[in-house]
């Protein structure tokens, strides 16, 4: 079984500084990990994927995620907040390799609002 | 939102009634998926179809909810009596390479 939590429902950042958006995951397998991006009204986006090649892995509109298999974590980064930054964010875990019912699954996380102030 | 549209955008609808929400996928792909997204529960797998066959619906609440995909181009989810606490925003969305989902623009129900 896979879970993840994402520590901080909300953040909020000024603009031009660091976003930290925390992500842990629980999983029995080796996983997969995915970052999403949600605007109002719209669906999920996808930002980065993690699928077991390089522990960076680079994502769209300058978003980065660092997987730590030690503190099983997944966080997602940003160097400078920018103002349509705001949106809600979610990570997903899906086990590699898993067949059956769970192959294509996501597990997603709670979700973090943040908040960018100019 | 590229590669899913999902008909109609909003609905509005009395409790009792029957709604069907309609999802095109545009591209070619293997797997299909059905989310609930409410503030209180967050985003909840409902169903979802591989090559068109049902895998795993052990997210639909009831049996009020059920879901068709006929062809790879079209599902439906439908809820029958429909019931004030089924208000959410209703995702379709489609696998991509390695495991990803790329997800529709959402069907907003409300049900009065």
């Known amino acids: 079984a896979q879970s993840v939590t994402q520590l901080g429902s909300h953040v909020s950042v000024s603009e031009g500084a660091l976003v930290l958006l925390r992500c842990n995951y629980s999983s029995s397998v080796p996983p997969y990990l995915f970052w999403y991006v949600q605007y109002p009204n719209q669906g999920l986006q996808l930002l980065l994927k993690y699928t077991s090649a390089a522990t960076l892995v680079k994502g769209i509109n300058g978003f980065e995620a660092e997987f730590k298999k030690s503190e099983t974590s997944f966080h997602l980064t940003k160097p400078s907040a920018h103002m349509s930054d705001a949106a809600e964010y979610f990570c997903a875990v899906s086990p590699a390799g898993a067949g059956g019912t769970s192959y294509g699954k996501l597990t997603f996380g709670q979700g973090t609002i943040l908040t960018v102030h100019p | 939102d590229a590669g899913v549209i999902q008909s109609p955008r909003h609905e509005v609808t009395e409790m009792g009634q029957e709604v069907t929400l309609r999802c095109k996928p545009i591209s070619g792909h293997d797997y299909l998926f059905w989310y609930r997204q409410t503030m209180m529960r967050g985003l909840e797998l409902l169903i979802y179809?591989?090559?068109?066959?049902?895998?795993?619906d052990s997210g639909m609440p009831e049996d009020r909810f059920s879901a068709k995909m006929p062809n790879a181009s079209f599902s439906t989810l439908k809820i029958q009596p429909s019931e004030p606490r089924d208000s959410a925003v209703y995702f379709c969305a489609i696998s991509g390479g390695v495991r990803e989902q790329y997800f529709g623009p959402g069907t907003r129900l409300t049900v009065t």
């Open positions: 179809f591989n090559n068109n066959v049902p895998i795993d």
